[in-house]
């Protein structure tokens, strides 16, 4: 996953500020979807400043269609995506409109990374639609598959995984051996 940090780039309100918060407080992974066509992380925190009159970037991460993935508030702020869920939700956006396109291979595998990332650190998060964690919304819109996100989720080896296989192999090997010199 090609990723960048660009939290301290981002514009902010001038006078406005989002609260604070513990990661204990967490609770749910929020995946949106942009409703857009295009833009990026600059002019979504552009339209959430000047238009919602919000303190800043709304999403902690978006996901652009070739995978890029940019970090844009720290998981401790509070910014605004799902209303009354904000202060124990962290909002991914993934751009694009997928109520007419779907998300990009690329975007479901970043996104399944960045939720496998997350979980390792907070592994009591779970993972949400925006529409399910704020009434009267579609976001990530009908194109969106959830089976699918989890099917990936699933399906990558952890590195646990990987060396629990490598040990059960060497054992495999190791009883083989002592079979052969009997
Ligand atoms: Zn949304």
């Not at 600059?42 to 009159?53: K, L, Q, V, W």
């Not at 401790?76 to 751009?95: E, Q």
Request: aromatic share 10%; with cysteine.
């Amino acid at each position: 996953m090609q990723s960048a940090n660009i939290v301290d780039k981002l514009p902010n309100h001038s006078t406005k500020q989002y609260g604070k918060r513990d990661v204990t407080e967490l609770k749910f992974i929020a995946v949106h979807h942009s409703a857009t066509e295009g833009g990026d992380p600059f002019s979504f925190a552009r339209y959430h400043i000047e238009t919602n009159n919000w303190p800043g970037m709304g999403y902690h991460y978006v996901i652009m269609p070739d995978g890029f993935t940019y970090k844009t508030n720290n998981i401790t702020t509070v910014s605004f995506h799902v209303k009354d869920n904000n202060p124990v939700a962290v909002g991914i956006c993934l751009v694009g409109n997928f109520d007419i396109a779907n998300p990009t291979q690329e975007q479901y595998n970043s996104l399944a990374e960045l939720c496998r990332l997350l979980l390792q650190e907070y592994p009591w998060l779970k993972i949400k639609g925006h529409k399910d964690l704020q009434e009267q919304r579609t976001c990530p819109g009908k194109n969106f598959d959830f089976l699918y996100l989890h099917t990936l989720l699933r399906n990558r080896p952890t590195y646990e995984d990987l060396e629990k296989e490598n040990a059960e192999l060497k054992e495999r090997l190791r009883q083989i051996k002592k079979i052969a010199e009997v």
